[in-house]
C-alpha cells in the first residue's frame, strides 16, 4: 500500500521560498512518476512539477518553470519541492502523488497525499 504524507507548507511573503516534502512508502521499485499538485479555491487541479523515479528527469508547468526545483532522496524515499520566488498566485493546497509508469505528465495519478497548505501573501 502506498502512503504519502507531504509537509512544509505555510505563510510566506511574494518573494520568499518554501520547501515541501513528501515522505512516501510501499514503493517496492523505482517505475513509479511522482508528482506535486495544487488546488485553489474554485479552480482546477494544476499539475505543477513531476518527476520519474527511474531516470530522474523532471517535467515542470510553465507557470512554475525556473522558480521551483523537484527533487528525490532515494535514502529517505522523500520527494521534495523547492519552491522559490513566490507570487501570491502560488497559494494553494499541494498535493504529492504517485502513480506507476514512465510519461509523467498529463495522465491519471493513482496514490495521493492530504495535502499542505501554502499561503503567499503580497
Known amino acids: 500500500q502506498v502512503q504519502l504524507v507531504e509537509s512544509g507548507g505555510g505563510s510566506v511573503q511574494a518573494g520568499g521560498s518554501l520547501r515541501l516534502s513528501c515522505a512516501a512508502s510501499?514503493?517496492?521499485?523505482?517505475?513509479?512518476?511522482m508528482g506535486w499538485f495544487r488546488q485553489a479555491p474554485g479552480k482546477e487541479r494544476e499539475g505543477v512539477a513531476h518527476?520519474?523515479?527511474?531516470?530522474?528527469?523532471?517535467y515542470y508547468a510553465a507557470s512554475v518553470k525556473g522558480r521551483f526545483t523537484i527533487s528525490q532522496d532515494n535514502a529517505l524515499n522523500t520527494l521534495y519541492l523547492q519552491m522559490n520566488s513566490l507570487k501570491p498566485e502560488d497559494t494553494a493546497m499541494y498535493l504529492c502523488a504517485a502513480v506507476v509508469g514512465g510519461a509523467c505528465y498529463g495522465r491519471e495519478y493513482d496514490y495521493w497525499g492530504q495535502g499542505t497548505q501554502v499561503t503567499v501573501s503580497s
Open positions: 510501499g514503493l517496492m521499485h523505482s517505475n513509479y512518476c
Open positions: 518527476l520519474y523515479l527511474r531516470s530522474g528527469s523532471p
